[in-house]
């Protein structure tokens, strides 16, 4: 199996293959579109692939956008039939050779708070990958912008 | 250069000075959005400005005298002359204008006024329409949609194509952009993003009520939004909110296709323009059509605004396509367009306009073949770790058979559509293509034609024997048909199918239509209900018909249909017509798959199968697909068996998409003819959005909400499509059908 199919299988796996390492925020926001911001620490290595499963309370998916490092910039993909369940699961690729290290903005997902609801968001699991298709534990938050906890 | 622009609404003028620019960017006219929202000169359905004709010119050129400026009065152009003279370069200014003489214009190379719509009469609040209207010296401003990019990919016969429609705000305020489109009509819409500069934002599949809501509460909150939704399997609205003066905003909608394997070529067919359609008097689902100016006017849910033809639209269309079919192909053809067609280094072939862009006013038709001694079939799978499935898609192809019967005695009627739509090159098209018909008569035949517009009415009172004198009869009858009114084709179809057919003939009806008409479902169901043992074949005539409702008519009248473009003589056509009709038909058609777990077939029932229409299936299987499969059928009363070996498949994991796209056809289809349509709802919804899917039910949204623009949401344009090449924009269009 070569380094993209691996990393195609890795990302395609569903969520109960994923590490379970939740994070939550629940900062009250105006009610309306906001944006939430989703990194992953990837260590010293650098990050080729990532799949996190995100669980919204009071809020719907509007839209999903890529990151700031141009490794990510391309808008990741969302799981449908996740999303029919309730379910949010965004996963992305990495273009180009350079790939990032550290704490990477991979995503900023774009929400709209429902009437009268407070946004709480989780992440459920995560699930990341280096450019040789091991997977490794990269710590993913998401968070309002301007939020650093 | 200098430009002065002028944006008119009401009894005010807006005015832009100083832009240098020559090109697009830079140049900002002023659509004098939020003046028009606070004052009381925009003219809603509560207001009554009065009329006053001839008070907008659309041009104004330097040299224009003021007899030329209807409307103007002199003292009004003396105010326009200060606010100029006391702007600063590249200053944007609203005034109320009063000016005296429009010698001063002398100053810029360029005037252009932009009209608001006036007398307009629909149910929309104040501020959120406009009419624009802008033309520089024979030639248009650019309007909110730019440019329209296509490229696709094919892999055999599976194509995955992504349209990138490019909106600009060239005016002084902010707008939403409106543009209702075409797109085949067995795409599987799958992807949807919404490009801000860099910034790229993909939309995600709701519910359509609810990603309306989305999308309202966006745009009315001020933020970029866009929202796609489908009117019709083939008509599809796009809006874009919130674009601010001088802004670009990109939406690129990614769509896989099957293509269909027709007269010895798979065949690939782009639409780029939604012919304008009619609308039964009562009907207010349709699809309406409007000129400039009257936007909101039809009475339709859905509306596509007409450019004048007189008035070039900047609306530009680049295309191109890869093919790769694993081998070399033995031709690769389009009759449409003028393209260029080069070898890639890939060794894919590479098909683009020749010129690098064209307009978009007809389908673009691409017709390519693997080398080889004959098409034997094609199978592409993919497996989805998600189901366990492996998806299949095959085109399967039985062999031709020589049958000795003696042909049995048919009865041909020609349906042909006389409406104002029809008139000019389509009705000389058709004209051709029904002498080429009557000319291939059998003397065993009877025959009959039927026009329609308004009214329906035939030829005789009863079809005739195709003898000598009966088919000069018909040739004279074909040489005086005439276009005129609407389209009102269930006269048509109730004309031909009402009587029954005389014993012991088959009856085989043939439209001839470029399938204008809003209102497809009552069409469908009025074929379903009265087709009988009839078979219909339907033509559709034009470089931009309705090609859904085409199909939709073919597949429920047991036929296949074709299409006659304008520039042609029809021979091939119609000598393809015939040879569908004369050989035999294999019928009740049953796979025996050998024991392998295949399920979910689609389409559900099987049509049957005709001389060079193959047929295309979706399903699913557990494990592996046999390695030949057995397609039973009947030619009249005989059983035939096939066994067709299944070849080594492609991949492509578009495949998954494709079954589902397949399945909410056939779910629709069998809606479309229902007395119950709302039972499919839940089921096409539940797949849609399952699958991430446009469909009747279900919409694209995105949404930026990482800022909000400045002021409200503006002023709603609707962009202009061409008028499809050969249709009468005053037949259509203009005479208010």
């Given at each position: 199996m070569n380094r993209t199919a691996r990393l195609l299988a890795l990302l395609l796996g569903l969520a109960s293959l994923l590490a379970a390492v939740p994070r939550s925020g629940r900062t009250p926001v105006p009610q309306g579109f906001t944006v939430l911001e989703l990194r992953i620490d990837a260590g010293q290595g650098p990050l080729a692939g990532w799949q996190v499963e995100v669980r919204l309370r009071g809020a719907k998916l509007v839209g999903i956008e890529g990151g700031d490092d141009e490794a990510f910039r391309d808008a990741p993909r969302y799981d449908p039939r996740a999303l029919r369940g309730g379910r949010v699961i965004l996963a992305s690729l990495a273009a180009g050779e350079r790939l990032p290290a550290g704490e990477i903005l991979v995503a900023r997902i774009h929400v709209l708070v429902e009437d009268g609801a407070e946004l709480g968001f989780d992440i459920v699991g995560t699930e990341t990958v280096r450019p040789d298709g091991r997977g490794f534990v990269g710590r993913a938050r998401l968070a309002l912008p301007g939020d650093k906890r | 250069m200098k430009r002065l622009m002028l944006a008119l609404s009401g009894l005010s003028l807006a005015l832009w000075a100083?832009?240098?620019?020559?090109?697009?960017?830079?140049?900002a006219p002023s659509l004098a959005a939020d003046e028009v929202q606070m004052g009381g000169s925009y003219r809603g359905p509560g207001d009554s400005v009065p009329a006053r004709p001839g008070l907008v010119p659309e041009l104004l050129r330097r040299e224009d005298s003021l007899d030329t400026l209807q409307g103007f009065s002199a003292g009004r152009l003396l105010e326009a002359k200060r606010a100029r003279a006391a702007a600063e370069p590249d200053e944007t200014i609203l005034v109320d204008v009063e000016v005296e003489e429009v010698a001063d214009a002398e100053d810029f190379d360029e005037i252009v006024v932009i009209e608001r719509a006036d007398g307009t009469t629909s149910d929309y609040g104040p501020g959120q329409y406009a009419a624009l209207r802008a033309e520089v010296e024979g030639r248009s401003l650019p309007l909110p949609l730019e440019r329209t990019d296509i490229r696709g990919d094919v892999t055999l016969n599976i194509a995955s194509v992504q349209v990138t429609q490019a909106f600009h705000n060239p005016f002084g305020a902010k707008i939403e952009a409106v543009y209702v489109f075409p797109l085949p009509q067995s795409a599987a819409v799958s992807d949807f993003l919404m490009v801000l500069g860099e910034r790229r934002i993909r939309g995600i599949v709701r519910e359509r009520e609810e990603a309306e809501r989305i999308y309202q509460a966006a745009r009315n909150q001020g933020y970029h939004a866009s929202l796609l939704s489908q009117e019709r399997p083939n008509v599809f609205t796009q809006k874009v909110a919130n674009i601010q003066p001088g802004e670009k905003i990109d939406v690129e909608i990614t769509y896989f296709q099957t293509l269909e394997w027709r007269e010895g070529a798979f065949e690939m067919v782009v639409p780029t323009v939604v012919g304008p359609r009619f609308n039964p008097p009562g009907s207010t689902g349709g699809v309406g059509a409007v000129a400039e100016g009257e936007e909101r006017s039809s009475g339709q849910t859905t509306e596509v605004t007409y450019l004048d033809p007189n008035r070039a639209g900047m609306h530009r269309l680049t295309l191109e396509v890869d093919v790769d079919c694993g081998a070399e192909l033995a031709f690769a053809s389009c009759d449409s367009h003028p393209t260029t067609v080069t070898k890639t280094e890939s060794g894919r072939t590479h098909i683009a306009l020749r010129d690098g862009e064209d307009v978009p006013n007809r389908d673009f038709v691409l017709r390519y073949a693997p080398a080889g001694d004959g098409f034997r079939g094609a199978v592409a799978v993919h497996d989805d770790p998600a189901t366990g499935y492996r998806y299949f898609a095959a085109l399967v192809q039985p062999p031709e058979v020589d049958v000795d019967a003696a042909p049995q005695p048919r009865e041909m009627i020609f349906v042909v559509d006389c409406s104002g739509s029809m008139s000019g090159e389509p009705m000389a098209a058709c004209k051709r293509t029904m002498r080429r018909c009557l000319e291939r008569l059998r003397p065993t035949d009877t025959f009959q034609i039927i026009r329609f517009s308004d009214a329906a009415s035939s030829m005789s009172r009863a079809p005739l024997a195709a003898t000598p004198a009966n088919v000069r009869t018909g040739l004279a009858y074909v040489d005086r048909l005439t276009t005129d009114g609407g389209t009102m084709m269930e006269r048509g179809i109730r004309a031909a199918l009402g009587q029954e057919a005389e014993a012991g003939r088959r009856r085989i009806v043939t439209f001839m239509t470029d399938g204008y008409i809003g209102n497809e479902r009552d069409i469908l169901r009025a074929v379903h209900e009265n087709v009988g043992q009839a078979r219909i074949f339907s033509f559709g005539v034009g470089s931009s018909t309705n090609r859904y409702l085409l199909e939709r008519m073919a597949d429920v009248g047991r036929g296949v249909a074709a299409y006659i473009p304008l520039d042609t003589d029809a021979r091939a056509e119609i000598d393809a017509l015939y040879a569908r009709i004369e050989r035999p038909t294999l019928a009740d058609l049953r796979f025996d798959w050998h024991g392998a777990a295949v399920h979910d077939v689609e389409p559900r029932a099987l049509p049957d199968l005709f001389a060079g229409r193959p047929l295309m299936i979706h399903g699913r299987v557990k494990g592996e697909l046999p390695a030949s499969i057995t397609l039973e059928g009947k030619i009249g009363a005989k059983p035939y068996r096939f066994d067709l070996p299944i070849g080594a498949p492609i991949q492509h994991p578009a495949l998954v998409k494709l079954w589902a796209r397949s399945r909410i056809r056939s779910l629709s289809d069998a809606m479309a003819i229902s007395p119950q349509p709302d039972e499919f709802r839940p089921q096409v919804m539940e797949l849609a959005l399952e699958h991430g899917l446009a469909s009747a039910f279900t919409s694209f949204v995105a949404v930026d909400s990482s800022m909000v623009t400045e002021g409200s949401h503006g002023i709603t344009v609707t962009v202009p499509a061409e008028m499809p090449r050969g249709v009468r924009y005053e037949t259509t269009v203009k005479d208010s059908r």
């Open positions: - | 100083g832009c240098a620019a020559d090109g697009v960017e830079g140049s």
